[in-house]
Every structure is written in structure tokens, then in C-alpha cells.
């Protein structure tokens, strides 16, 4: 007997194969079987890959159609005017372009 299990488990004291009316407890069910035919699981998973394909196909079309609006693209921000100044963008260093109030480097570290 395997650790953990009932000292009644596997045994077959008391257990009857008929039910309170008498009745076999497996009775023969209405077409001769208990689970879905191969038929029916078939077309179930079937009709699963379909939508699963629809639902694929789509997302790509309607992702596809959005990038691809006829919307003519024209110049509207500031710096693409014709007489607009051309400034350099600013270096993404922190050092040189980060906060100005803060306490400086060497003083944290001496602390």
C-alpha cells in the first residue's frame, strides 16, 4: 500500500455493481457510448482552428489597413517651417543637462 492512502482504498468490501433501484450502476447509455464520437471532437476542434485562423487573419488586415491611411503627412510642427531656427538637439548626458538644484555628486559621497 502506498504512503498517504486509506487503509480501505482498493478494496472491494461493501461495494455492489447495483445502484439503490436495483439497477446495473454502468447501464447501457442512449448510442451505445460514453464519450463524444470522433466525428464530433473532430469538427469541435475543427470549428476551434477556423476562428482561431478568422480571428488571425483579421487582426492582420485591420493592422495592416491602419498603417496604411491615403492621410497626406504635412509639416505642421514648429521647427518645420521654412524660417524656423535650427537648434542642435540637447546631449542625453545627465551630467551637463539634468536637474540644476540638486546636491552635487561629491557632496553625497562625502556624507
Known amino acids: 500500500m502506498a504512503a498517504g492512502e486509506p487503509a480501505w482504498y482498493g478494496e472491494d468490501k461493501g461495494r455492489s455493481e447495483l445502484d439503490a433501484m436495483g439497477n446495473d450502476k ?3 447509455v442512449v448510442g451505445r457510448q460514453y464519450g463524444a464520437s470522433a466525428r464530433k471532437r473532430l469538427a469541435v476542434y475543427g470549428i476551434a482552428v477556423v476562428v482561431a485562423v478568422v480571428a488571425v487573419v483579421t487582426f492582420m488586415t485591420v493592422i ?4 496604411q491611411r491615403d492621410v497626406p503627412i504635412r509639416d505642421t510642427a514648429p521647427w518645420a517651417t521654412e524660417n524656423a531656427p535650427q537648434v542642435a538637439p540637447r546631449d542625453v548626458d545627465f551630467q551637463r543637462n539634468g536637474p540644476i538644484n540638486t546636491i552635487p ?6 556624507r
Open 105 to 110: 555628486a561629491n557632496e553625497i559621497l562625502s
Open 26 to 28: 454502468r447501464r447501457p
Open 64 to 67: 495592416s489597413g491602419i498603417d
